[in-house]
């Protein structure tokens, strides 16, 4: 009688293979030891060097590694092997959008790859539902992937992307299975509302997925207003938690909008009752006829676009008002190059994508608080503060940018400033430190902690 496969054979045998560990950078059984794969980095991607805040970090960075100009210190690896674990690229959200700035922005060291646990929307709030059948199985192949590369590729670091809802069911089975397995593992938290699950989650689930997340080497947050969320939600300690806001692509050059007549009004985003569509549309419709009649009003977003056509039908300002569905990233800046105020009047964030993209185009900012954005916002120095749902205070707020042009273009030049301190390289040098420091370590670090403060 033959004997029965031991289970890293069986994982083999489900994952197909070659071919499946391959696509992770891990090697088959029969080469483990040989060397590890190549990086699949664009060539000459590198990172830049670090801003003058983090010349501490830079120092401790170059001492890490060995004098021949290598990547191999004392602990550190010559090849560090990240999988980041978050929404496929088609998917149309924030997470999507920060992994594809950086996804191809690392150095050389690190072997960063991707693997998408879903594809396409499932909720009831999605415009287009995907299939809940596809998309169980888009999960099951991701699921195997991770599996595959813990058993095989011990020294990997995986970079869990995690929402709310939905997303805690998937990305915390992942977790019990990376803490089962020992795994290193970091957890990197966008939500937008304090709902960790579904309500129909029975408790010991809840409590089972809780524990997996848990088991994170560190739990990465956009502010401090969700460090301290998650501290309460989760009992983490507070130095597990490290504060990374988004990053910031900035354009090389911004339009003169100094010499323009009218106002060109828009908000980027879900269109829907968390991101203020609705109360921007109502507040546009309050404007003195004089000013709403030399304006226009853009918002382009999936989400309940139908609505809003009707709102702005019955207010009757739909002659100055214009719906789109998502658009992509070329339209998405010829939109912004176009626009003089921003308008996103949400009710909750983690740290809106559109938002940081809007100030980066050096853009006049009406947006709330919300989700800890005071950390980085200041009303009347570099955007205007408004209370979410508050109509009458929007509309107030347009009338002012409208009437008084030097304050509106004063805002957008402080919000470039504001984001050019969340540069894509700084975000980029602080995950490289991250990786560094686990793989050389998985134990908390004080150099971690001195880059990634949460206070």
């Known amino acids: 009688m033959s004997a029965h496969p031991n289970p890293p054979e069986i994982l083999a045998r489900i994952c197909k293979g070659d071919g499946l560990l391959a696509s992770l950078g891990v090697p088959n059984r029969r080469d483990v030891g040989s060397k590890s794969c190549v990086s699949r980095n664009s060539p000459g991607s590198s990172t830049s060097r670090l801003e003058p805040a983090h010349s501490f970090l830079s120092l401790q960075h170059s001492e890490t590694h060995n004098g021949s100009g290598g990547h191999g210190g004392t602990n550190l690896p010559n090849q560090i092997k990240v999988v980041c674990i978050g929404p496929a690229q088609t998917v149309r959200g924030g997470i999507s959008s920060v992994i594809e700035k950086i996804r191809d922005r690392f150095p050389h060291h690190v072997q960063f790859r991707t693997v998408a646990t879903y594809s396409q929307y499932t909720g009831n709030e999605a415009t287009e539902r995907g299939s809940r059948l596809v998309q169980g199985m888009v999960f099951l192949q991701a699921f195997a992937r991770i599996l595959a590369a813990g058993v095989f590729s011990r020294d990997t670091i995986f970079h869990i992307h995690l929402a709310v809802k939905g997303s805690t069911l998937r990305k915390g089975l992942v977790c019990v299975a990376l803490r089962v397995l020992r795994c290193r593992f970091v957890v990197h938290a966008h939500a937008a509302e304090d709902s960790l699950f579904h309500g129909w989650v029975p408790e010991p689930i809840r409590r089972l997925l809780l524990w997996g997340l848990r088991g994170a080497n560190y739990f990465i947050v956009l502010t401090q207003f969700w460090g301290d969320y998650y501290v309460k939600a989760l009992r983490l300690p507070p130095d597990r938690i490290l504060r990374l806001p988004n990053p910031a692509a900035l354009p090389v050059l911004i339009p003169d909008r100094s010499t323009r007549e009218g106002l060109n009004l828009l908000f980027l985003g879900r269109i829907g009752k968390r991101k203020g569509a609705f109360e921007t549309i109502q507040a546009f419709a309050a404007l003195p006829d004089e000013i709403r009649k030399k304006s226009r009003l853009i918002l382009a977003g999936d989400g309940e676009t139908e609505a809003a056509h009707h709102l702005a039908d019955d207010l009757r300002c739909s002659s100055e008002t214009t719906v789109l569905r998502w658009v992509g990233r070329e339209e998405a800046n010829r939109l912004l190059m176009e ?89 980029i040098a602080k995950l490289t430190l991250l990786y560094e420091d686990i793989a050389s370590d998985p134990r908390r670090s004080n150099r971690t902690q001195a880059l990634f403060s949460a206070k």
């Not at 921003?342 to 100030?359: I, K």
């Not at 402080?414 to 984001?419: I, W």
């Open 339 to 427: 626009a003089d105020v921003f308008l996103l009047p949400s009710r909750g964030e983690g740290m809106s994508m559109a938002l940081l993209e809007a100030m980066a185009w050096g853009l006049a900012v009406v947006t709330t608080s919300n989700g800890g954005a005071d950390e980085f916002l200041t009303s009347d120095c570099n955007c205007i503060l408004v209370k979410p749902g508050d109509i009458q205070e929007i509309s107030a707020a347009l009338c002012s940018l409208t009437r008084n042009p030097k304050l509106r273009l004063r805002l957008g030049t402080e919000a470039r400033r504001t984001a050019s301190q969340l540069s894509v390289e700084s975000y």
